[in-house]
């Protein structure tokens, strides 16, 4: 990915960020997705009182990039307020893998504007072999 795609990733994903909804946890997040026509989709965590319905910044911006039928996603950027790296949770992982490949791109970032970037099949490295339930 080129430097433009790759700070503009950073850029949303540190925006959406602070429309997250977190009276709970306190803990903010930020997501954006680079799908495969270069279209860019953001999303924050949103919390709830009922705890378990929370969903995760990751996976709202997936959705979001998903409903707008943009089905392929090359990158997802991830930042909260903490100055280490935080990755996506397990439940984001699966639902990343649906519409991702091992190549895609997951951009690390963290309160202090530092950013790595590491490979999905390197954070999922054993996708359950479900897609023969797609036929
Ligand atoms: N959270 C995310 O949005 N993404 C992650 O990768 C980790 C956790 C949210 C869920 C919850 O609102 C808060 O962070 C604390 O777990």
Not at 23 to 37: C, M, N, Q, W
Not at 75 to 100: H, L, N, W, Y
Not at 123 to 134: G, M, Q, R, T, Y
Request: proline share 4%; hydrophobic share 40%.
């Amino acid at each position: 990915m080129n430097k433009q795609t790759r700070d503009e990733l950073i850029s949303r994903a540190t925006q959406a960020k602070k429309n997250a909804y977190a009276p709970y946890s306190k803990f903010r997040v930020g997501a954006a997705i680079l799908t495969d026509d270069g279209t860019i989709f953001d999303g924050s965590n949103v919390e709830n009182a009922s705890y378990g319905l929370t969903i995760c910044a990751e996976r709202n911006a997936v959705f979001q990039a998903v409903h707008a039928k943009k089905r392929k996603i090359t990158a997802v950027a991830v930042t909260s307020d903490e100055k280490t790296f935080i990755t996506p949770c397990g439940a984001c992982r699966q639902v990343i893998a649906e519409f991702a490949d091992p190549d895609t791109e997951i951009i690390l970032i963290t309160v202090d504007g530092k950013w790595k970037v590491v490979k999905f099949g390197k954070i999922f490295p054993a996708p359950p072999a479900l897609d023969k339930l797609k036929k």
